[in-house]
């Protein structure tokens, strides 16, 4: 049987025309209705239609005139920052949530934290206390777009909710009672991919069609861009590599494993090796300054996780093929001498093609990455229409 080829409906042709056009204003800061014509190839009446409904829609404005070579003065567009506000949640700690309010480029008008013990399960009464905090910095005149969350574990994005996570025991209906509650989408993601998405969006990774991100905080993730897209794997697990087996750990794992690659790259398992020693710390902010300070036990506890951070950047290059990293969580906190230590270690364990290729950055977001990222998922379904 002959396969039916799917027709695009007028419609279907307006939302592509209106999201090019959208995305033309997105890389472009000064331009005209005539600029935007010759970037996305649709006629001048067809782009001057899409614009007025878009300024009717409130998500362009228009702001003053453009410099002319001969005639009347184009009019500038831009893209509307305060069209609508994105709230963006990061449950990747078990110590605190913390959370931003964006605008529509992805900017952080306000930040907010609570603390949060993960195992009282008090998760939803905390977090509805720091979404109504953040609501507050929303302008009366625009509103809330929507509400992404970043959490630790495995999340079904398709149906909005956690299939496992070590952290907080979120219910399956989870999504939908925030929903509900603030009248406003609720997108659940893992951490480590909303991270990724953040530096995609406005980072490091920007306009990197492939790229890894590694999040390390209390555990560890892997957010893995393919083709400008997040790749989740089967089941939404891939990026899992907290459990990947690996020689020469004897430390248990949280599992109950020994081996687990998670345990080195851990923020309490620097913070217990160090503890052996002739110093006694509680907090990573000890351990930076002991570290910035070249104190031995702590080179020595901080050199062994850049070696296992190195080998398996340098494995996962081997793997996929991809020479971007970055790097989000606690290790940031050590500075560029670290990132020097890890690259040096990627260089001398992937040798061969491409050994010099590859480049490792620290994230451009640090602590705010996960929420920011969450934030982002809203933002970009906006800018899509979708929304
Ligand atoms: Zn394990």
């Not at 999201?19 to 935007?36: D, F, H, T, W, Y």
């Not at 070579?69 to 913390?98: E, M, Q, T, V, W």
């Not at 697990?237 to 687990?260: L, P, Q, R, V």
Request: aromatic share 8%; hydrophobic share 40%.
């Amino acid at each position: 049987m002959k396969a039916q080829r799917k027709t695009l409906s007028i419609t279907d042709i307006k939302l592509t025309n209106a999201r090019g056009v959208l995305k033309c204003l997105k890389g472009n800061e000064q331009i005209s209705r005539a600029g935007i014509s010759r970037a996305t190839g649709l006629s001048r009446p067809t782009v001057s239609v899409l614009i007025a409904e878009l300024i009717d829609k409130g998500c362009i404005i228009e702001c003053g005139d453009g410099e002319a070579h001969s005639g009347r003065k184009p009019i500038i567009l831009k893209l509307n920052r305060a069209y609508k506000y994105a709230i963006g949640l990061d449950y990747s700690s078990s110590r605190f949530i913390r959370g931003c309010v964006c605008d529509m480029a992805y900017g952080i008008i306000a930040k907010a934290e609570r603390p949060c013990d993960a195992s009282r399960g008090c998760i939803l009464e905390i977090t509805s206390g720091l979404i109504d905090e953040l609501l507050q910095h929303i302008p009366a005149e625009s509103s809330l777009a929507g509400i992404g969350i970043g959490v630790t574990g495995i999340v079904d994005t398709v149906k909005n909710r956690v299939i496992e996570s070590e952290r907080y025991d979120l219910n399956i209906n989870y999504a939908g009672y925030l929903q509900d509650r603030y009248a406003a989408p609720i997108f659940m993601e893992n951490d480590s991919n909303v991270a990724a998405v953040a530096e995609y969006a406005q980072g490091k990774a920007r306009g990197k069609e492939n790229f890894i991100y590694i999040f390390c905080s209390e555990v560890i993730g892997m957010g893995i861009f393919l083709k400008g897209s997040l790749f989740y794997g089967n089941m939404f697990n891939s990026g899992e590599i907290i459990h990947m087996a690996h020689d020469g750990i004897t430390e248990t794992c949280g599992c109950g494993n020994k081996g687990c690659l998670g345990v080195k790259l851990s923020e309490s398992n620097i913070i217990s090796q160090i503890n052996n020693g002739d110093k006694k710390v509680n907090t990573m902010r000890q351990v930076y300054n002991l570290y910035h300070n070249y104190h031995p036990q702590t080179e020595a506890a901080v050199n062994e996780a850049a070696k296992y951070l190195s080998r398996l950047i340098a494995n996962t290059s081997k793997l996929l093929g991809i020479d971007d990293f970055v790097i989000g969580g606690f290790f940031t906190g050590f500075g560029e001498r670290f990132l020097r230590a890890v690259s040096e270690y990627v260089k001398q364990e992937h040798v061969g093609f491409r050994s010099n290729a590859i480049n490792i950055q620290f994230s451009k977001f640090l602590e705010d990455g996960v929420a920011l990222g969450a934030a982002s998922l809203v933002l970009d379904k906006v800018w899509d229409l979708s929304l």
